[in-house]
């Protein structure tokens, strides 16, 4: 039973550790606030090949997946109008917060200090050695006194 187990963890760690788990806006800005991290929302579309590529190339790389765990996730999807989420006193659909977090295409990806302003935003596909700098920079700045 434990040989079988340690295979398994083996194995996990040889091909990756799935894929991140995206909350809601408002549980990731909430999160964020409260244990005083960063938070990363993730704009896509069910359409959106690059955003597939993301997921499926980027985000279960193992080191990603460590950093993002170092981050409040929030998933939203940028023609989704039926779906809503209130922030505060606004209550909008997905698509309008996507819009008003200036995400005009897919995959962006937003970074909000914990105050929930908005530290940067990058948008189009990008491999693990190119997200990797974003993240790490993000949370270094976060770390950094008086920065927000």
Sequence with gaps: MLKSFLILLGLAAVFG??????????????????????????????????????????????????RLGQFALAQLTIDERDRTHRVGPYRLSEAEWAARLGAETTPTLVFLAPDGSVLGRHTGFLPAEGLLPILDAVLAAEEEPGTH
């Design 17 to 66: 550790h799935g894929q991140p788990q995206w909350g809601s806006l408002p549980d990731a800005l909430s999160q964020a606030a409260t244990e005083g991290r960063p938070a990363l929302v993730y704009v896509q579309a069910a359409w959106c090949g690059p955003c597939r590529q993301l997921e499926r190339d980027t985000f279960t790389d193992g080191t990603v997946a460590a």
